[in-house]
């Protein structure tokens, strides 16, 4: 019984977890031109970027594979 409810709790945190990156990178990508995001992007993914938690949301995404 603990165990489902574990897994439930892992992929509803999972979800929220995505909801929010994609959140924060259209945010972002509303303010940004795609070059500057490129750049962004990849300063994210060397761990150089992270001012705000959008920012930071992006660089999880972009690790993940987004």
């Known amino acids: ?5 574990k897994q439930d709790c892992q992929a509803s945190r999972g979800r929220i977890r995505g909801r929010q990156a994609e959140g924060a990178a259209g945010e972002i990508e509303m303010a940004y031109t795609t070059k500057q995001l490129e750049a962004i992007r990849g300063h994210a993914r060397r761990g150089l970027f992270g ?3 959008a920012n930071r949301a992006t660089g999880e995404a972009v690790e993940s594979g987004w």
Do not use: H, I, V
Request: glycine share 0%; aromatic share 24%.
């Open 1 to 5: 019984m603990w165990l489902q409810r």
């Open 51 to 53: 001012f705000s938690r």
